[in-house]
């Protein structure tokens, strides 16, 4: 029976040493409410760090076993491990980076080292419980190679993957040493998930300019698999909040505070201690609130909540000291002998008691620099039960996409945030109750069980999907069998397609001439007399001829414009004229200068337009609009435009490939066929093949009509190579 294991850097249980023995304390956190419902369910399980340095092996048994009948296996992370992978390279590299610090970042060797080492045993762990039809969900910024380590190891697997932290923009993540592999990390999976469109368009920009994968309608073609990308954003456990609220604990602790309060309004700020969350600069804004609105003092209270968190590494420790300071030097300006200006509380409260401070405050302010969604947000709304109260929320949360009905403002404005503070405090009742009522019916609504199961919809389909599309991957089994015939056959067609297909890219086509490796690859299969080899390729046939013209093969060039067999000459495939290019070409020379590193190759009776040495999304963009343009311009005529990997190419229609394949077929009437190819122009190739040939895709292009799929090009040569 399949089911689902969860993998998250820590578990939704956390054990802590005291001095008589170790205790189990269950998580608060949202993740774990959300999944909380999956991970119980028969069978599955959820895997990650219990969140202590456990001394001996007693102690991780028993560790183990307490976690077991709770559908949770732990991974054991040793101090230094814990130290280079968690404190290290987890948050002083990725996390200031991805939340727009990089200031604060680290790029330490040993860290990465470390990282890499931890999301191996992450890895290790997964597999040894993992069977080939398990779902395999894996959380956050700590484990972000894990998707592809277990892509290795288990090929077929469904993966998903989602990142609960903001994905910053690809002039951030370039500065990265190591990008790329934790680009190609996360591409291991079949779903990844996002908060917000943003994060997602930012992954999907920095997939193109790192990794030159395109995607479209949010699918990577990743040239082994295609990963579909979306954004999810993230709810929480509304009807748990509204209970709470509801509590009796609930209203005694708001009865309580608001007798001490009387009748000052109260302001709520509540956030773990971070450099990210902009706790200083709401007190400056809430300093300059009482400046500009002297009314306000003794009228309107900041009641502060800072959560510990990891003071004692140096930034924090800054921003500790910096609050201390503010709220001291606050306070000590405009506080009366009745009025406290801040009431300030350094350590996290109960969820009644949480709960009791949102029924208590009118005015809620999240307004952190930046964050991946920020749930405070969305506890606040749906504490309110009343519908009275006003929420402050910075453009940079990933819940500003969603609650349109706060006051959005820009945190870094004090002023803004001042002037926001102050019309939260004077907007009418009725204005309160129509913006808390729409947001309470959005976060009701999308909460963070609709999240899970819509996450987990989406990977269903996206694994459909891949089934649906892709073309069978070329196995041992198939090769054995496609071998087995070719030896039996007496006259074997082989059509091979050279760019992509026998030679990997360049970002100058002069460039990719076949190394000795091909040459004598292609001498050895041209050998065989029961063999004919073409080269069917959309280059020119001075370049084809300079290449592989000593060669005893044949040629197909220009997409079919000129055919060539050995030991003959070049002939048209039909009469054709030129004339059209001197109109043509100013269109393209026009594209070429709006488009840094573009460049036209003309032939005979052709051009290309080529964009691989373009910047990756200014050359997609210039491409659509030439395809556009080039469109219309050629829809009454005879000439076909061809879009191709990273060129757009325009030639008399009618004339391809596949024409040309056919005439050799009929030609040549071999009882083996083979046909490889890599881009939309081979698959005109495929369609004129007989339906028992091989044909053979390089790459991951959905609905191809080749019947197999390699990866790359090497695999294209060690196929060939099984057939001497």
Same mark, same amino acid.
């Given at each position: 029976?399949?089911?689902?294991?969860?993998?998250?850097?820590?578990?939704?249980?956390?054990?802590?040493?005291?001095?008589?023995?170790?205790?189990?304390?269950?998580?608060?956190?949202?993740?774990?409410?959300?999944?909380?419902?999956?991970?119980?369910?028969?069978?599955?399980?959820?895997?990650?760090?219990?969140?202590?340095?456990?001394?001996?092996?007693?102690?991780?048994?028993?560790?183990?076993?307490?976690?077991?009948?709770?559908?949770?296996?732990?991974?054991?992370?040793?101090?230094?491990?814990?130290?280079?992978?968690?404190?290290?390279?987890?948050?002083?590299?990725?996390?200031?980076?991805?939340?727009?610090?990089?200031?604060?970042?680290?790029?330490?060797?040993?860290?990465?080292?470390?990282?890499?080492?931890?999301?191996?045993?992450?890895?290790?762990?997964?597999?040894?419980?993992?069977?080939?039809?398990?779902?395999?969900?894996?959380?956050?910024? $700590?484990? &972000?190679?894990?998707?592809? @380590? =277990?892509? !290795?190891?288990? #090929? *077929?697997?469904?993966?998903?993957?989602? +990142?609960?932290?903001?994905?910053?923009?690809?002039?951030?993540?370039?500065?990265?040493?190591?990008?790329?592999?934790?680009?190609?990390?996360?591409?291991?999976?079949?779903?990844?998930?996002?908060?917000?469109?943003?994060?997602?368009?930012?992954?999907?920009?920095?997939?193109?300019?790192?990794?030159?994968?395109?995607?479209?309608?949010?699918?990577?073609?990743?040239?082994?698999?295609?990963?579909?990308?979306?954004?999810?954003?993230?709810?929480?456990?509304?009807?748990?909040?509204?209970?709470?609220?509801?509590?009796?604990?609930?209203?005694?602790?708001?009865?309580?505070?608001?007798?001490?309060?009387?009748?000052?309004?109260?302001?709520?700020?509540?956030?773990?201690?971070?450099?990210?969350?902009?706790?200083? $600069?709401? &007190?400056?804004?809430?300093? @300059? =609130?009482? !400046?500009?609105? #002297? *009314?306000?003092?003794?009228?309107?209270? +900041?009641?502060?909540?800072?959560?510990?968190?990891?003071?004692?590494?140096?930034?924090?420790?800054?921003?500790?000291?910096?609050?201390?300071?503010?709220?001291?030097?606050?306070?000590?300006?405009?506080?009366?002998?009745?009025?406290?200006?801040?009431?300030?509380?350094?350590?996290?409260?109960?969820?009644?008691?949480?709960?009791?401070?949102?029924?208590?405050?009118?005015?809620?302010?999240?307004?952190?620099?930046?964050?991946?969604?920020?749930?405070?947000?969305?506890?606040?709304?749906?504490?309110?039960?009343?519908?009275?109260?006003?929420?402050?929320?910075?453009?940079?949360?990933?819940?500003?996409?969603?609650?349109?009905?706060?006051?959005?403002?820009?945190?870094?404005?004090?002023?803004?945030?001042?002037?926001?503070?102050?019309?939260?405090?004077?907007?009418?009742?009725?204005?309160?109750?129509?913006?808390?009522?729409?947001?309470?019916?959005?976060?009701?609504?999308?909460?963070?069980?609709?999240?899970?199961?819509?996450?987990?919809?989406?990977?269903?389909?996206?694994?459909?999907?891949?089934?649906?599309?892709?073309?069978?991957?070329?196995?041992?089994?198939?090769?054995?069998?496609?071998?087995?015939?070719?030896?039996?056959?007496?006259?074997?067609?082989?059509?091979?397609?050279?760019?992509?297909?026998?030679?990997?890219?360049?970002?100058?086509?002069?460039?990719?001439?076949?190394?000795?490796?091909?040459?004598?690859?292609?001498?050895?299969?041209?050998?065989?007399?029961?063999?004919?080899?073409?080269?069917?390729?959309?280059?020119?046939?001075?370049?084809?001829?300079?290449?592989?013209?000593?060669?005893?093969?044949?040629?197909?060039?220009?997409?079919?414009?000129?055919?060539?067999?050995?030991?003959?000459?070049?002939?048209?495939?039909?009469?054709?004229?030129?004339?059209?290019?001197?109109?043509?070409?100013?269109?393209?020379?026009?594209?070429?200068?709006?488009?840094?590193?573009?460049?036209?190759?003309?032939?005979?009776?052709?051009?290309?337009?080529?964009?691989?040495?373009?910047?990756?999304?200014?050359?997609?963009?210039?491409?659509?609009?030439?395809?556009?343009?080039?469109?219309?311009?050629?829809?009454?005529?005879?000439?076909?435009?061809?879009?191709?990997?990273?060129?757009?190419?325009?030639?008399?229609?009618?004339?391809?490939?596949?024409?040309?394949?056919?005439?050799?077929?009929?030609?040549?009437?071999?009882?083996?066929?083979?046909?490889?190819?890599?881009?939309?122009?081979?698959?005109?190739?495929?369609?004129?093949?007989?339906?028992?040939?091989?044909?053979?895709?390089?790459?991951?292009?959905?609905?191809?009509?080749?019947?197999?799929?390699?990866?790359?090009?090497?695999?294209?040569?060690?196929?060939?190579?099984?057939?001497?």
């Amino acid at each position: 029976m399949s089911r689902t294991i969860i993998v998250s850097n820590r578990l939704p249980t956390k054990v802590l040493r005291t001095e008589e023995s170790l205790t189990f304390q269950a998580s608060e956190g949202g993740l774990a409410t959300g999944l909380g419902s999956i991970y119980r369910q028969e069978g599955n399980v959820w895997v990650g760090w219990p969140g202590l340095f456990v001394e001996d092996a007693n102690e991780e048994e028993y560790v183990r076993q307490q976690l077991h009948d709770d559908s949770m296996v732990p991974v054991f992370l040793t101090e230094p491990e814990i130290r280079d992978f968690y404190e290290g390279f987890s948050n002083s590299t990725l996390w200031p980076t991805f939340h727009y610090f990089s200031q604060y970042a680290t790029y330490e060797q040993s860290h990465w080292e470390a990282y890499v080492a931890v999301n191996e045993k992450f890895c290790q762990a997964v597999l040894a419980l993992a069977g080939p039809e398990d779902t395999i969900w894996v959380h956050d910024y $700590q484990l &972000l190679l894990l998707p592809a @380590l =277990l892509r !290795q190891a288990r #090929p *077929e697997a469904t993966i998903g993957f989602f +990142l609960h932290i903001p994905f910053p923009s690809y002039e951030l993540i370039r500065v990265l040493p190591w990008r790329k592999e934790l680009l190609e990390g996360m591409l291991g999976a079949d779903l990844l998930g996002f908060h917000t469109f943003g994060y997602m368009r930012h992954f999907l920009s920095a997939v193109s300019q790192l990794l030159g994968f395109s995607s479209q309608n949010g699918q990577i073609e990743t040239g082994a698999r295609t990963v579909l990308v979306d954004a999810f954003p993230m709810g929480i456990d509304y009807e748990r909040y509204v209970q709470a609220a509801a509590s009796e604990a609930a209203v005694h602790h708001e009865a309580v505070y608001r007798e001490a309060l009387r009748q000052v309004r109260v302001i709520l700020s509540i956030d773990r201690l971070d450099y990210s969350k902009g706790i200083a $600069q709401r &007190l400056r804004a809430f300093e @300059l =609130l009482l !400046q500009r609105y #002297p *009314e306000w003092r003794e009228q309107v209270s +900041l009641i502060m909540v800072v959560v510990p968190s990891r003071d004692q590494v140096a930034q924090y420790a800054s921003l500790k000291e910096e609050i201390d300071e503010l709220v001291g030097r606050i306070n000590a300006q405009y506080r009366t002998i009745s009025w406290t200006p801040i009431h300030y509380f350094y350590r996290s409260f109960p969820l009644e008691e949480l709960a009791s401070l949102y029924r208590l405050a009118e005015v809620a302010l999240v307004t952190p620099m930046r964050d991946g969604m920020n749930l405070v947000a969305k506890e606040f709304i749906a504490s309110k039960a009343d519908q009275h109260g006003v929420l402050i929320l910075s453009e940079r949360a990933g819940a500003a996409r969603e609650l349109s009905d706060a006051l959005i403002i820009n945190p870094t404005d004090t002023g803004q945030l001042a002037e926001a503070m102050h019309d939260a405090l004077v907007m009418p009742e009725d204005e309160q109750q129509q913006r808390m009522s729409a947001m309470q019916a959005l976060v009701r609504q999308y909460n963070v069980f609709a999240w899970a199961k819509l996450f987990m919809a989406r990977l269903t389909y996206s694994k459909m999907k891949q089934h649906t599309l892709a073309t069978e991957t070329l196995q041992p089994a198939v090769i054995e069998q496609l071998r087995a015939q070719y030896q039996g056959a007496r006259q074997r067609l082989l059509l091979l397609d050279y760019d992509g297909t026998l030679a990997p890219f360049n970002a100058n086509p002069q460039r990719a001439k076949p190394d000795q490796e091909l040459l004598l690859l292609l001498r050895a299969l041209a050998d065989m007399p029961q063999n004919r080899v073409v080269i069917i390729s959309g280059r020119d046939r001075q370049t084809l001829e300079a290449w592989l013209g000593h060669l005893p093969i044949d040629f197909i060039a220009e997409h079919g414009v000129w055919l060539r067999a050995h030991g003959q000459e070049w002939q048209l495939f039909q009469t054709l004229n030129n004339e059209w290019m001197r109109d043509i070409r100013p269109i393209l020379e026009l594209y070429v200068a709006r488009t840094a590193g573009a460049f036209i190759e003309e032939k005979e009776y052709s051009l290309v337009w080529h964009y691989r040495r373009a910047d990756a999304e200014l050359g997609a963009e210039r491409a659509r609009d030439l395809l556009n343009h080039l469109t219309f311009m050629t829809s009454n005529s005879d000439l076909q435009v061809m879009e191709g990997n990273k060129v757009i190419e325009i030639k008399t229609s009618g004339l391809n490939k596949g024409t040309a394949a056919a005439r050799w077929l009929a030609t040549y009437q071999p009882d083996f066929a083979l046909a490889i190819g890599d881009d939309r122009t081979d698959e005109d190739t495929f369609r004129a093949m007989p339906p028992e040939a091989y044909t053979v895709k390089v790459g991951s292009t959905p609905r191809s009509l080749a019947r197999f799929s390699v990866a790359s090009t090497t695999d294209v040569r060690r196929l060939l190579r099984s057939l001497l």
